[in-house]
């Protein structure tokens, strides 16, 4: 059988994709949005390369020759999972490509954001330095990681990969997950004692807002939390008053619940220095790309030959 590969947003990958190892014809496009032109492209694909491009049921039902729906990211909330289960299409992910880019950026968040880096990058850019009497100045809170607390929402891979490098610094680690595991803390004891929390788990109707007004309340003021997992975990209008309240001391966000923020956002509306967001770039460190670029081909070969991997329920 030759199969018909159509990639829906190739720009969303900055790596170099092999030809697969099997007959087939294969299309790209840089970016693909809506419902219409999703269906135009894939009328005739029998396999969808997609990273961010929605798939749901009013678009899967339109194509049945579509049998395998690539996606080139671990995250499959833009997937309709229980459509494609209930009609014979494949649904495989991305996994493990990201050990050494997502804890970095996490680290990189946490540094910034415990020494106050933005506020005071600000400062001396606004003159403020040349303008006082002694040969530097503490307007902003300066705090150690080495002998501080991180609770790690979502201890799989990632977050182990985060714990590891957090551990190296002198951290105390308070792991919280549903699945059960040996050493584990609830979420409570987790947001009550942790000076650094880092999320790391999928987004699912049961983990949508699971950090809200409740439970930013139950953080530290002086503690901050960081998302580089997806920005439907955390209630946004939540965070933006917590950080104008000082509920808590910061977050560094790598995601939105809506990107690209085209229609703004409430945080981007803060331009608070304790408050950074990123682009959603915590998981494309040029390595973890061609990773990710390499397991993308592996999983549509296995695919092809009858042995798929990666496969998610």
Known sequence: MEHAIVFLDRESVGAQVREPDFPHSYTEYQSTWTPEDIVDRLKDATIALINKVPMREDVLKQLPKLKLIAVAATGTDVVDKAYCKANGITVVNIRNYAFNTVPEHVIALMFALRRNLMAYVEDVRAGRWGKVDQFCFFDHPIRDIAGSTMGVVGYGAIGKAVAKRAE???????????????????????????????LHCPLTPETKNMIGAKELKMMKPTSILINTARGGLVDEAALAEALKAGTIAGAGFDVLIKEPPKEGNILLDLKMPNLIVTPHVAWASRQAMQILADQLIDNIEAFAAGKPQNVVE
Request: glycine share 6%; proline share 6%; with cysteine.
């Open 168 to 198: 190296c610094l002198g951290m105390k680690i308070l792991p919280y997950d549903v699945f059960p595991q040996d050493g584990l803390v609830d979420l409570e004891t987790l947001l009550k004692e942790s000076d650094v929390i880092t």
